[in-house]
C-alpha cells in the first residue's frame, strides 16, 4: 500500500510535512510495510483517503528507518501501527478510553471509524482543542495494555 500513499522514510521529511500542513489534519501512520496490520490499516487509509481530503493529509512513515527512531522513541510507539495526529503543528490528541491518548494504537475496522475520528480531530481543532472525545463506541476501539517495568 504504501505505493499508493506517500511514505517518509527521512526526518526532514516528517517535518517538513508536519510544519507545512495547515488547516488540515495531518494523519502520520507509524509501522512497517511487510506487516499485516499494517497492511490493513493502510487499506482502511487509501480507502479513506480521499473522503478526507478537504480536511486531512494521510502519509505513512516507516519506523526501519534509522533516522525515524527519533519520532519512534519521542511518541513511544511501542506497538505498530500507530497513528500519530496533528493540526497546524500542533499534536492532537484523542481520549478513547485507553491509556494512552497521544496516538491511536492499531487499526480501524471500517472505513466510515477512520473517517469519523478523523472529523471529530478535525472539529475539536477547529475549535481550538488539543485533545478530543473519540467519536466510536468502545467496542471498536482497539484494547491494549501498557505494561510498565522498573517503575
Known amino acids: 500500500m504504501e505505493y499508493l500513499l506517500p511514505t517518509l522514510r527521512e526526518k526532514r521529511e516528517v517535518d517538513s510535512l508536519i510544519r507545512d500542513t495547515i488547516d488540515k489534519v495531518l494523519v502520520l501512520r ?3 510495510s511487510s506487516d499485516s496490520v499494517c497492511l490493513q490499516l493502510d487499506d482502511v487509509l487509501y480507502k479513506s483517503a480521499k473522503d478526507v481530503s478537504r ?6 512513515v516507516d519506523v526501519d528507518s534509522p533516522e525515524i527512531q527519533v519520532y519512534v522513541k519521542y511518541f513511544d510507539i511501542t506497538f505498530i ?31 466510515q471509524d ?23 463506541p468502545p467496542e471498536r476501539i482497539p484494547k491494549f495494555e501498557l505494561l510498565y517495568k522498573n517503575v
Open 30 to 32: 507509524f509501522g512497517l
Open 55 to 60: 480536511f486531512a493529509t494521510v502519509a505513512l
Open 81 to 111: 501501527p500507530s497513528t500519530i495526529f496533528f493540526f497546524n503543528a500542533h499534536h492532537m490528541k484523542m481520549d478513547s478510553g485507553s491509556a494512552d491518548h497521544t496516538k491511536w494504537i492499531g487499526t480501524f475496522q471500517k472505513k
Open 114 to 136: 477512520f473517517v469519523d475520528v478523523v472529523e471529530a480531530i478535525y472539529r475539536g481543532a477547529m475549535k481550538g482543542k488539543l485533545i478530543v472525545s473519540c467519536p466510536l
